[in-house]
Structures are given as structure tokens and as C-alpha cells.
């Protein structure tokens, strides 16, 4: 090939592929801008019911620096309390609330143990001892608005009754946690479950709402209001959310990122979703909280928040 003409093909590739990059940069930031944003919270109602879902992502008891490390909680615990507090909430389902020891098993818990100090006036649910229940997926309620019925778990494996079993292609085990409560100012009584599928394989996603349906299918059939909060690594219109929706359930419709790389990159929808079934209706829109406390980024995840109107007894 003669050199001119080897110079002009470089030149014209070299075009092509900044011309590419420019396109692929311009894509990136359209999909960042159409995921931002940040509503206020909505007003509160003296009947409805602000509920939550957040991840918070564990915490590496082995690693005293570093990313995830104790010593990066010693700077995000903070920020992650008045992010709890900022939401106002009735009860919030938390996934990965975990201080991670390896395999060993352990009693601590130091995300759960520091919201509960600094907020006294909430009560942990779906927690226990470790060896007899999961306690990385806690649901905290304001113990003077809501009492606690009853709890439990299911995990997604083929055999979901017992702990810790790994999920149905052998990975790290995920579960669903669920928590029984009644309103004491609206005489509501109500299930929450509190779900954390399988970021990895799609598989794994699927057989995991399979199973959620066919736990929750009962409770609705019987006439239950049942609310579906968590962390399922699905966008809105997934199979994921289809499966769960065809036992009862109607997911808000939350818009724009949920889940941000620990960075404010917002480039995908809401994979963290919450939901109902039964007699309920939504008071207003979901709202993601998209914004720093004191500086910092709490965790890798967005709150989300809902606020409804469960019917009472009274």
C-alpha cells in the first residue's frame, strides 16, 4: 500500500473512532441525565405509611482500609444516619446490612448496631441470632407507630427452609426476609417482604421471584396486605417483576437510577422496587433520594421511598 494511502486510511480510522467515542460519550451522558434528578419527599399524612427500601452494602471486617473496610465505615457512618434520618420513614428494609467475617459466622453487626443507638425510637425486625436467622436484610420501624407480629425467611435454593443454603446455581446464598406487622394508629395489619436476588446470574433472578410468588401467593389469596421492598437487579418491565407482579403485587413506578456505583453515575433504571398487594393505594410518587450527606455517599445505592394508605380495621 503506498504511503499516502496508508496515511490517509490511519487518518479517516482515527476520525471514525473519536467520532465513535464522542458518540458513545454523548449516549453515556443522555442515559446520566435521563437517570438524575432528585425529588423532594413528599409531605406527610398523619394516616399513610412511609415505606422504604436501601441497600447499604456490607462491611469487610477483615480489611481495616479500603473500599468497604472498617475503616471506610468509620467515614460513611455518619452520612448513612442522616440519610436514615432525612427519610422520615415508618419501617425501612435494608439489604447487605452486613458485617462480613468470611465464612465464620458472626454476632456483629455494625450498621445495624449504629442506626438503632442513634435512633432510638426504632425497632429492628427480621433479626436474631445468626445460627437461626439470617440478620443482613433487617427491617427497622418506628416501634411507636407499628408493632411487631411475627418474622422469618426463606432463602432462594432449592431447599429455602434451610439457612444459609446456597442459591440454585451453588453461588453465594441470597434469601428473602419477611416481617408481620399492625399499624397501631390505623389498626392495619400487614406483611413486608424484603428481597435481595442475585446480582449475577439471570437464572438465579428468575427461580428467585418463582419462589417469592409461591410464598406470598397464600397470604394474598387469603385477603393479607403484603408489601414487597428490596434490592431484585431488575429494571421495571423485567421478567423479574412480571413473575412477582402475577401473584398480586403492583410495583411504583420508580424512575431513573437506583443503584449509582458508588460514584453519582446514574446510567441505568430502578433495580431497587417497592410494591403491594391487597387494599393499599399510593398517596403519592415513589421518590429516590439522589444526594450526598455531608459530603459523602452513604453507600452504592439510592433510598427509595413510598408513601401509602393501608386499610385499617377501624
Avoid at 480489611?63 to 465505615?73: A, H, I, K, L
Avoid at 458472626?106 to 433479626?127: E, F, I, K, M
Avoid at 453461588?171 to 428473602?176: E, L, R
Wanted: include cysteine; charge should be negative; hydrophobic fraction near 40%.
Amino acid at each position: 500500500m503506498p504511503k499516502t494511502t496508508l496515511t490517509r486510511w490511519i487518518r479517516r480510522a482515527a476520525k471514525a473512532a473519536t467520532a465513535a467515542l464522542a458518540l458513545l460519550a454523548l449516549v453515556a451522558c443522555a442515559q446520566i441525565y435521563r437517570n438524575s434528578g432528585s425529588e423532594p419527599l413528599p409531605l406527610r399524612y398523619a394516616t399513610s405509611l412511609r415505606v422504604a427500601s436501601y441497600n447499604v452494602h456490607y462491611i469487610s471486617l477483615r480489611q481495616e482500609t479500603g473500599p468497604w473496610s472498617v475503616g471506610d465505615w468509620e467515614r460513611r457512618k455518619g452520612p448513612l444516619d442522616k440519610a436514615f434520618k432525612f427519610l422520615e420513614a415508618d419501617l425501612v428494609a435494608f439489604q447487605e446490612m452486613e458485617s462480613h467475617a468470611g465464612r465464620s459466622e458472626s454476632q456483629r453487626n455494625l450498621t445495624l448496631d449504629w442506626l438503632l443507638a442513634n435512633n432510638p425510637d426504632y425497632a429492628a425486625a427480621a433479626v436474631g441470632d445468626v445460627s437461626e436467622f439470617p440478620s443482613t436484610q433487617p427491617i427497622l420501624y418506628q416501634a411507636d407507630r407499628l408493632s411487631l407480629a411475627d418474622q422469618g425467611w426463606f432463602f432462594f435454593s432449592e431447599t429455602p427452609d434451610v439457612i444459609y443454603s446456597r442459591t440454585f446455581n451453588g453461588s453465594h446464598p441470597a434469601f428473602a426476609s419477611w416481617a408481620e406487622f399492625a399499624d397501631r394508629r390505623t389498626g392495619a395489619r400487614f406483611k413486608v417482604v424484603n428481597i435481595h436476588t442475585d446480582y449475577a446470574s439471570r437464572d438465579n433472578r428468575l427461580r428467585s421471584a418463582e419462589l417469592v410468588t409461591e410464598r406470598i401467593a397464600p397470604w394474598i389469596k387469603a385477603g393479607e396486605t403484603v408489601l414487597v421492598a428490596g434490592d431484585l437487579n431488575a429494571r421495571s418491565g423485567d421478567r423479574v417483576l412480571e413473575i412477582i407482579e402475577a401473584a398480586g403485587v403492583t410495583f411504583a413506578p420508580v424512575e431513573g437510577a437506583t443503584y449509582h456505583f458508588d460514584r453519582g453515575l446514574n446510567l441505568f433504571g430502578a433495580i431497587d422496587h417497592l410494591g403491594w398487594a391487597g387494599p393499599v393505594a399510593m398517596v403519592d410518587d415513589p421518590v429516590v433520594v439522589r444526594r450526598k450527606f455531608s459530603d459523602e455517599w452513604p453507600t452504592d445505592h439510592y433510598p427509595v421511598v413510598l408513601d401509602l394508605k393501608l386499610a385499617g380495621d377501624s
